[in-house]
Structures are given as C-alpha cells and as structure tokens.
Nanobody, 115 residues
C-alpha cells in the first residue's frame, strides 16, 4: 500500500533552519505531484508548497522566499528546506500525494520555532 513517512522536524530558534523529508513507498513516485501542508495548534490544515513531476514548484505566500521544495526521484523522497523560520511556522508538517483519485497523507512531523 501507499505509505508516506515524514522526518526532520524538531525545535529551532527564530531565524533558524530545518529540512523536512518525506519518504514514499507503494507507488510510482516520479509521476506524482507532491505537496506539503501544515497544521498549527487550534488551526485548520493549510497548504504550504507543491512540486510537480517535472520539478515545477509553487508556494503559499506565507512561506515564499523562505521555504524550498525539492524531490529526489531515485530515492522516492520529497524535501522541504525551511529557512528564516518564524514562531508562526510552528506546526505539524504533512506530505501528501494523490493517486487514483485518493489523497495519501503521512502522519506528520512537528516543527517548533521558539526562543
């Protein structure tokens, strides 16, 4: 079955950086559009970034210029490089793909930005 596993979360001070990874198994990765979402405490889950199969990217305005999404098709992984982190970036971060009309999500990785 399709599985997504996020890693790389942790605690960091404002202005710091983290790199999240999403390992995918059970499906043909290179043709899939990969998304990152996040959910802050008490808030709705929000979309963060996407990378298409040909490497095109798009970002939410709140992270544009600070976050960078990438993919490694050989390793079947999608990555999210997060720089200049702010306290408002604190959230559980999830990766997602769609296949055969269904959304598949990982269980998330927690990012905490605090001094």
């Amino acid at each position: 079955q399709v599985q997504l596993v996020e890693s790389g979360g942790g605690s960091v001070q404002p202005g710091g950086s983290l790199r999240l990874s999403c390992a995918v198994s059970g499906t043909y990765f290179s043709t899939k559009r990969m998304h990152w979402y996040r959910q802050a405490p008490g808030k709705e889950r929000e979309w963060v970034a996407v990378i298409t199969s040909d490497g095109s990217t798009n970002y939410a305005d709140s992270v544009k210029g600070r976050f960078s999404i990438s993919r490694d098709n050989a390793k079947k992984m999608a990555n999210l490089q997060m720089n200049s982190l702010k306290p408002e970036d604190t959230a559980v971060y999830y990766c997602k793909l769609m296949w055969n009309g269904l959304d598949y999500w990982g269980k998330g990785t927690l990012v905490t930005v605090s001094s």
